[in-house]
């Protein structure tokens, strides 16, 4: 069992930046999402990272705004949002899946947190 934690939500306006940060119970060797859910939305992916770093993947509207980073020695993930928009506003939800592979499959991760609300404002 891995408990995940997200911290850094807020309110921010539109243009600004943000960073979330997720913290994993234990070091594992498994790939790490962050999903998020706007009101009367699914769930959907943002970006995901390896175990190790060395590789990420983002849904289009993040690529070249958002980062998503890892510290594998605090058992940390990161994601830095710049250029926030209005229709970034959602739930951010930090997940772990068993497995070293990067996957943009909600049901391929086994372990979420509690999520963390993100409000842009226009």
């Not at 539109?14 to 979330?20: E, F, I, K, P």
């Not at 594992?28 to 590789?55: C, H, L």
């Amino acid at each position: 069992q891995v408990q995940l934690v997200e911290s850094g939500g807020g309110l921010v306006q539109a243009g600004g930046s943000m960073r979330l940060s997720c913290a994993a119970s234990k070091r594992t060797v498994y790939a790490m999402g962050w999903f998020r859910q706007a009101p009367g939305k699914e769930r959907e992916f943002v970006a995901a990272i390896t175990w190790n770093g060395d590789s990420t993947d983002y849904t289009d509207s993040a690529k070249g705004r958002f980062t998503i980073s890892r510290d594998s020695a605090k058992n940390t993930v990161d994601l830095q949002m710049n250029g926030l928009k209005p229709e970034d506003t959602a739930v951010y939800y930090c997940a772990s899946r068993i497995g070293v592979l990067l996957s943009p499959q909600l049901n391929d991760y086994q372990y979420w947190g509690q999520g963390t609300q993100v409000t842009v404002s226009s």
